[in-house]
């Protein structure tokens, strides 16, 4: 036989009986190793560790019943047959309570019964061994898992940590404009991007964005808008290109470059240019939803309607620019449409909610808490999607 093959431990004071029975099995193809008695026995089982013993209940020394014990305390998956010659009911239970898978009465009157029990107990040795592989496997799958999860957990802290250097100061003065935005992520990094800055002394630039999906794919396209739109700026700082403070063309050119490099991933988002000068705030929109909030100092609220298409989606794509009057005491509020999903409410009652809110609210905290954001951020209230709020006030008499 093979030495991978099946082997059976045949242990018995009786040498003809052992003789016989090894016949039977090798017949059968099953290799066999014999002892004569119980310290033999479990001297061969600890070098030879055999898939099963065939065990005389009673010999001189170490009993069968002694031999199982240590056996099953030993080598726990090594199935013991035990062989008895009282055949009573009592021998055999007493026999199964101490482990053992099956039992055979003598003298042994069919062969092949012999070997369909053996066979049995090959099978059950087979299985677990079987069993053993699957879960050396499996823990091996599970560290290399676990490496993996380590792994993409740093991976995702430092794109978090990226992607948090990337944003602006939660709260800003830039004369004559107050801006602050939060940004609640339903995840460990974030598909939505809020950003603010001077555009020279004369106007401020902001957009809001809001990537398809989640996790860390969307995340690398809001850095790689945050990207771009750096560049228009700095073209315009240079005094090389003025895209950046006409939001329709900054769109249908941000368009451009996201199709450009393939992101698979479509962006809404809004985009806007104060005038420090005159109270006017120009805007356009790329499918950004829900519409901008604008309230008035002298009270009401107008929403900034611009139905349009997402950014990465046509090459063709169109975006107009339309522009509101934005004087001393107004307030606007851009938010992400992760702000309209609620499961306890439809989303045109939470619109409603969030209107109230931002009416009846005088800053971003007190705005978050009204919605119940901030609980959402620590757990209490899962997010089913990222939320970012920007809101900008003017001041000034």
């Not at 002892?35 to 898939?51: F, I, M």
């Not at 802290?157 to 935005?181: I, S």
Request: proline share 5%; aromatic share 6%.
């Amino acid at each position: 036989m093979p030495d991978d093959g099946p082997l059976v431990l045949l242990v018995d004071d009786d040498e003809t009986i052992r003789r016989a029975f090894a016949r039977l099995l090798e017949r059968a193809g099953v290799a066999t190793l014999t002892a004569a008695g119980g310290e033999e026995a479990l001297t061969l089982c600890r070098e030879r560790r055999p898939d099963v013993v065939l065990l005389d209940q009673r010999m001189p020394g170490l009993s069968g019943l002694e031999v199982l014990t240590r056996i099953r305390s030993e080598m726990p998956r090594v199935q013991v047959v035990m062989v008895t010659g009282e055949g009573t009911l009592e021998t055999a239970i007493e026999a199964l309570r101490a482990g053992a898978w099956d039992f055979v009465t003598k003298p042994v009157r069919s062969g092949e019964l012999l070997c369909r029990v053996v066979d049995r107990a090959l099978e059950r040795a087979e299985l677990l061994r079987e069993n053993e592989r699957q879960r050396k496997r499996l823990l091996s799958l599970n560290e290399e898992l676990t490496r993996a999860v380590e792994e993409l957990r740093d991976d995702q802290l430092a794109g978090r940590t990226l992607q948090r250097q990337l944003l602006p100061p939660e709260r800003a003065e830039l004369a004559p404009f107050n801006v602050e935005h939060r940004l609640f992520a339903s995840r460990y990094l974030s598909g939505d991007f809020v950003d603010y800055f001077p555009l020279g002394d004369e106007r401020v630039g902001f957009y809001v964005a809001d990537v398809a999906g989640h996790g860390a794919a969307s995340a690398f396209v809001t850095a790689m808008v945050s990207a771009l739109v750096g560049g228009y700026r700095e073209a315009y700082g240079a005094g090389r290109d003025d895209t950046v403070v006409h939001p329709a063309r900054l769109l249908a050119r941000l368009n451009g470059d996201l199709l450009a490099r393939r992101m698979e991933k479509h962006v809404c988002l809004f985009y806007g240019v104060l005038s420090r000068t005159a109270p006017r705030v120009t805007y356009s929109s790329a499918g950004f939803f829900p519409y901008p909030m604008l309230h008035r100092a002298q009270g009401g609220l107008e929403m900034l309607e611009l139905p349009s298409v997402p950014l990465a989606l046509f090459p063709d794509s169109e975006y107009v620019a339309a522009e509101r009057t934005f004087g001393p005491g107004d307030a606007l509020l851009v938010a992400s449409d992760g702000v309209a999903e609620d499961a306890t409410q439809a989303q045109s009652e939470r619109l409603g909610q969030v209107a109230r809110a931002f009416m009846e609210s005088q800053d971003l905290d007190e705005l978050a808490a009204r919605l119940a954001l901030g609980e959402a951020a620590v757990g209490e209230r899962a997010l089913t999607d990222d939320v970012t709020l920007f809101l900008c006030r003017r001041g000034g008499p």
